[in-house]
C-alpha cells in the first residue's frame, strides 16, 4: 500500500498565477482533507471531500477550491496567488462512510511545498 | 472544538519515558483527546486517541484525567526518531470526520 501520496512535491509560481495541487488516497479510504501549514505554525484545516463533495470547510478564502473524482483522489485549486500562500499543503486521508465517527484516523501524505514568488 | 494548551518545548534522554501534557478544559463532554505528531519534512501521524479512559497502543498511553480537563502522552521508552512536534488535538468527530484544529504543538526533543 502506498500510503497519500501528493504531487508535486515542490512548487514555484508568482503572484497572481493559479496552481493545481494533487492527492492520491490510501487505498480504501473515501474522504480527503486539505491542509495549509505555513513556517513554524501547524496545519490549518481548508476543507474535506467526500462523496465528491465539499463536506466542511475552513476558514479559507473561496480562491481555494478543490474537487473530489469517482475514484477518491482529489486536487486542490488556489486562484490569485498571494505571496502569503506560500505554505506546505498537506492532503489526509480516511474512511469516513456516510455517517462518519471518531474512530478513523486521518492519514496524512508527505505534502506539496508552494513557494509564491 | 476545545481549545488546547501544551508547552512550546520539551527535552527527554533517549531510553526514558516522554510524557507531554496538554491542558484542554473547555472540553464538552462528547469530544474525544487525540494525539498527532510531525517529524521534521514530513506530515503528521496519528498516534492516539481517547475519550474518558487511558488508552494504550504500540506507540503510546493516553492518560485523562477524571474531570477530562487534561491529558499526558507518554512515550515510555523515547528514541532518538520520537524527536518531533506533538498535537494535541480535541475534536467530536476528528479521527476521520471533521478537519482537524492544529495548535502549535509541543517540540519533543529526545537527547542521547
Known amino acids: 500500500d502506498a500510503g497519500v501520496t501528493q504531487s508535486p512535491t515542490h512548487l514555484i509560481k508568482t503572484r497572481g498565477q493559479q496552481v493545481t495541487l494533487r492527492c492520491s488516497p490510501k487505498s480504501g479510504h473515501d474522504t480527503v482533507s486539505w491542509y495549509q501549514q505555513a513556517l513554524g505554525q501547524g496545519p490549518q484545516f481548508i476543507f474535506q471531500y467526500y462523496e465528491e463533495e465539499e463536506r466542511q470547510r475552513g476558514n479559507f478564502p473561496d480562491r481555494f477550491s478543490g474537487h473530489q473524482f469517482p475514484n477518491y483522489s482529489s486536487e486542490l485549486n488556489v486562484n490569485a496567488l498571494l505571496l502569503g500562500d506560500s505554505a506546505l499543503y498537506l492532503c489526509?486521508?480516511?474512511?469516513?462512510?456516510?455517517?462518519?465517527?471518531?474512530?478513523?484516523?486521518?492519514?496524512f501524505g508527505p505534502g506539496t511545498r508552494l513557494t509564491v514568488l | 472544538d476545545a481549545k488546547t494548551t501544551q508547552p512550546t518545548s520539551m527535552d527527554c534522554a533517549e531510553g526514558r519515558a516522554a510524557n507531554l501534557p496538554c491542558n484542554h478544559s473547555?472540553?464538552?463532554?462528547?469530544?474525544?483527546v487525540y494525539w498527532y505528531r510531525q517529524i521534521h519534512s514530513q506530515g503528521p501521524q496519528y498516534i492516539i486517541h481517547?475519550?474518558?479512559n487511558n488508552e494504550t497502543n504500540e506507540m503510546a498511553s493516553l492518560i485523562i484525567t477524571e474531570d477530562r480537563k487534561s491529558s499526558t502522552l507518554i512515550l515510555p521508552h523515547a528514541t532518538l526518531r520520537d524527536t518531533a512536534v506533538y498535537y494535541c488535538i480535541v475534536s467530536y468527530s476528528g479521527g476521520g470526520a471533521d478537519g482537524l484544529t492544529f495548535g502549535k504543538g509541543t517540540h519533543l526533543i529526545i537527547q542521547p
Open positions: 473547555t472540553i464538552s463532554g462528547n469530544e474525544y
Open positions: 481517547g475519550l474518558k
Open positions: 489526509a486521508s480516511s474512511l469516513v462512510g456516510r455517517f462518519g465517527g471518531p474512530y478513523n484516523e486521518q492519514f
